[in-house]
């Protein structure tokens, strides 16, 4: 049993007001005279057990009265055993997670499903009380704690976001923050379309304090198609179909601005190409396109191209026998050009000329004499790096950004380790960035116009020439990163594309779109519901029906002031008419 | 008219009109107005009715033809014609003087006046008439004589007697025995807050001598029905022992033991052929004289 207002819980101290004053009034009565003491005495004598009893009998009935009358205002919350009767329930720690990711947009008989699950999570928080703690959990993961006023003020202004919905880990988010409420009930309200893909791999943690309820999904998905995020490569844009699977063909329409450069047909798990129209150097934006279906967020997607001409490349020193190689293959791709007079990015184990002079930028292998280090840490000095080469570090290997996750897990086994240079020059450009790691250290940076591997590109020192990334590493080393471009990215948001600038320079671009998994509206079974969540789905009428049924509690206090009542009529009977 | 009648007025009023002696006779003045003869019967010559004989009886007065006939034993009474000898035994023990409610006389008062008229009517018949007063102790003996002043002094013994402070009536009774020689009327006037049986012997030793005995025991209303606050420490003067009680609580099985008291008394004085009355002290004197007609 629990209570609304447990501090009146202390008037139960009033219960000690019958004894107390039992006691004070033997304690002083007035004093007459009285000379037949011995009729007194005597009939005293032969009443005495009587008088006892009725004493005793009214010092529990009033003490009884008081504690009845103080749990009542107590407000006694006592559990329902039946689910059906109505009633309150006792103060609840209570989390509603609603999906509102992209795929909860989809038209499911006529209306919006994000509808449907709004209105039953609107549901579960209309039902709580004031005594109740809530939260409120949607796609994006901030857990909103609020009033029942200010979260259905919420709800109602809330829309389909373009955020994925990582289901295991928001609801073990819930779960924690309702699990640590002091409350005596805890429930986690999961109102969700269950996707299959947002399941990911975070389990929940079953914890016996806190009850969750899954809504099972209100009906069976339409099958879907949508766009993933397209590539462009090689003047060649590829347009990959995501969805439920075995999905029928849809078409797919690709555009330049106006222009329709391809159509085609897709299924989800293929692709459309499309080849992409010479338009000259300069950043570029296309647009993929679906006839619309049920659920449209992923029916368009942009994309986001560079066209530029070959960087022109200098070699410094000795860059070794691998890059020597390397920028003869693209050398006969045209993906690079000889400097001639003008070197754009220069490539070697010596400082080239400063880019203020050439407008160009440097890619630096460290010396393979290391007695050279600090010729070369000087050169970085002058040209006002912010990094330096240090001593010898240990093998490992490689971690690289997005745009260089070609490198990754590629072995490095002799390496120096680059360090921040002190001093004034030890102040970073404000686009110095480390582009790839090895054992947590920096293996790769940019600072500024300058490029800085902490490896030779040699067989001796890291496998990575042997690798099939060398060569593209190589053309995106120089004529991407060398040449301060940031890599095209995707992230998820509402469609459109961020272009990032450096003065009047483009570095690189950022194209929004749902996650690509949002397309597959196929819903998880009941048992990768469980194993992840730790709780089975249940379906609208169960649902609406068990909310709150773990702590569903009935107000007692009618019931306790209609006990006092009795106990006050047998009080009045006891004093007046067994005298 | 009856409201000129201060016998059958309230006592606490008639108590206001003045002091013993003129309330007395006013009194006995009232009650003989109702009256043609004397209500008190003595050994005369007159025969008027007979009685159960009682351990003590003269035998002279047995009326022999009815023993012959019947079988049974009955004792002639007579109409009173000579000279009665009355001795009327006050109790003036501490007890007595206490009233209920400030509106009452005390049981003492009340007493007095009630002796008073008694000995009036008692000296007017020509019947010998004595007090004698008790406590602990006897307090006061006036012999019964007839001669004039004699109510007078039976007055000023009463008004000679303080409230005494106990009551070992038994003690007092068995002096008073002593003084009552000749065979008359004995009228004992008291709350009878005392040992029951060891008055009673004594009580039983005059009737043994052939004494007429009357008991008037005097109650308050306040000592018949229990009443006060809701919880009080009463206090017996005597005694000076005292018990906490709640009277609404304790009213009924106090108003059966003082029942049981009464049934008792009344049970044994009948047995002993001794008259027993109890007397309210809000009854009016001249119903209470009439209990003795």
Redesign the interface.
């Known amino acids: 049993m629990t209570f609304l207002h447990p501090l009146l819980l202390a008037g139960l101290a009033l219960a000690a007001i019958p004894a107390l004053l039992h006691l004070l009034e033997r304690q002083h009565p007035p004093e007459a005279e009285f000379p037949a003491l011995r009729y007194l005495s005597e009939a005293e004598r032969q009443s005495a057990r009587r008088v006892r009893l009725r004493h005793l009998l009214l010092l529990v009935l009033r003490t009884a009265l008081l504690v009845l009358v103080v749990l009542a205002a107590a407000r006694p919350l006592v559990p329902l055993r039946v689910k059906s009767v109505g009633g309150g329930h006792e103060p609840t720690a209570l989390a509603v997670v609603l999906d509102n990711s992209p795929s909860s947009g989809v038209i499911m008989d006529g209306r919006p499903l994000f509808e449907r699950l709004r209105a039953t999570a609107r549901g579960s928080i209309a039902a709580a009380g004031t005594n109740d703690h809530l939260w409120l959990v949607m796609a994006d993961g901030v857990v909103r704690k609020g009033t029942r006023q200010s979260l259905l003020g919420i709800l109602d202004s809330t829309r389909v976001q373009s955020e994925r919905l990582e289901l295991g880990a928001v609801v073990a988010r819930a779960i924690r923050v309702v699990d640590a409420d002091p409350l005596p009930a805890h429930e986690v309200h999961v109102v969700s379309d269950l996707q299959r893909t947002a399941f990911g791999s975070t389990r929940v943690t079953r914890t016996p304090r806190v009850r969750v309820l899954i809504l099972a999904p209100l009906a069976r998905p339409p099958a879907n198609r949508g766009i993933g995020v397209v590539k462009v490569a090689d003047g060649v844009a590829t347009v990959p179909m995501v969805g439920t699977a075995g999905t029928p063909p849809g078409a797919v329409t690709v555009r330049v601005g106006p222009q329709v450069i391809a159509r085609g047909l897709g299924a989800p798990g293929t692709a459309v190409t499309a080849p992409l129209p010479q338009l000259g150097d300069g950043w570029w934006v296309g647009e993929a396109a679906l006839d619309p279906d049920e659920l449209r967020g992923d029916d368009r997607r942009l994309f986001a191209w560079h066209d530029a001409p070959a960087a022109r490349v200098r070699v410094t020193g000795d860059p070794g026998p691998f890059v020597t190689a390397a920028l003869g293959v693209l050398r006969e791709g045209k993906r690079v050009n000889d400097a001639g007079r003008s070197p754009e990015i220069s490539i070697g184990d010596r400082m080239g000329a400063g880019p203020s002079a050439v407008g160009g930028g440097t890619i630096l292998i460290p010396p393979g004499d290391r007695a050279m280090l600090g010729e070369t840490n000087r050169a970085l000095a002058l040209r006002g790096s912010a990094w330096r080469f240090a001593g010898p570090a240990t093998p490992g290997l490689i971690q690289g950004r997005s745009e260089l996750s070609l490198l990754d897990s590629v072995p490095v086994r002799l390496r120096y380790r680059l360090e921040r240079a002190a001093g004034p020059s030890g102040a970073a450009a404000p686009d110095s960035m480390v582009l790839a790691t090895v054992n947590g250290e920096p293996w790769l940076v940019r600072d500024s116009s300058t490029v800085i591997l902490a490896s030779r590109l040699d067989t001796g020192w890291t496998a990575l020439p042997t690798a099939p990334a060398f060569v593209p590493f190589l053309d995106q080393l120089i004529n991407h990163v060398g040449r301060g471009e940031a890599a095209i990215s995707s992230a998820e948001g509402p469609v459109h594309i961020e272009f990032r600038t450096r003065g009047s320079d483009t570095l690189g671009a950022t194209v929004y779109g749902p996650d690509p998994r949002e397309s597959d509206l196929e819903p998880a079974t009941p048992g990768q519901v469980e194993e992840t969540l730790g709780a089975l789905p249940l379906d609208e009428r169960r649902f609406l029906a068990d909310r709150f049924t773990g702590s569903r509690r009935a107000d007692a206090s009618g019931w306790l002031l209609g006990l006092a009542l009795a106990l006050a009529i047998v009080e009045f009977g006891v004093a007046t008419v067994l005298r | 008219m009856p409201a000129s009648r201060l016998d059958l007025l309230d006592p606490s009023e008639v108590a206001r009109l003045g002091g013993i002696e003129i309330i007395a006779q006013e009194v006995v003045e009232g009650f003989l107005t109702g009256l043609h003869r004397s209500p008190f019967r003595g050994f005369s010559v007159e025969f008027t009715e007979h009685r159960a004989y009682q351990p003590g009886d003269e035998l002279r007065y047995l009326d022999w033809k009815i023993l012959a006939r019947a079988d049974r034993l009955f004792i002639k009474q007579f109409e009173e014609e000579t000279n009665l000898r009355a001795m009327i035994l006050l109790d003036a023990s ?2 007595m003087a ?1 009233s209920g409610s400030p509106l009452r006389i005390t049981k003492r008062a009340y007493a007095d006046r009630l002796v008073a008229a008694l000995a009036l009517i008692l000296l007017r018949q020509r019947d010998a008439t004595g007090l004698v007063t008790f406590d602990e102790v006897v307090r006061q003996v006036i012999p019964a004589r007839v001669k004039s002043g004699q109510w007078t002094r039976i007055v000023r013994g009463l008004l000679d007697t303080p409230d005494g402070r106990g009551t070992a009536a038994d003690v007092a009774l068995q002096q008073v025995t002593s003084l009552v020689s000749r065979r008359g009327l004995v009228v004992l006037v008291s ?1 009878l ?1 005392f040992d029951r049986d060891l008055a009673l012997t004594a009580l039983r030793y005059l009737r043994h001598r052939g004494h007429q005995i009357i008991v008037l025991h005097i109650m308050d209303p306040a ?1 018949v029905e ?1 009443a ?12 000076n ?6 009277p ?7 108003a ?3 029942a049981r ?1 009464v049934a008792a008394w009344r049970t044994a004085c009948r047995r002993h052929g001794i008259v027993y009355h109890t007397v309210r002290t809000d009854l009016p004197f001249g119903l209470a004289l009439r209990l003795l007609a």
């Open positions: 501490r007890s206490w709350d807050l000592e229990l006060g606050p809701p919880e009080v420490r009463f206090r017996d003067s005597e005694s022992a005292s018990v906490v009680v709640r609404r609580e304790l009213a009924g099985a106090y059966q033991t003082v008291e």
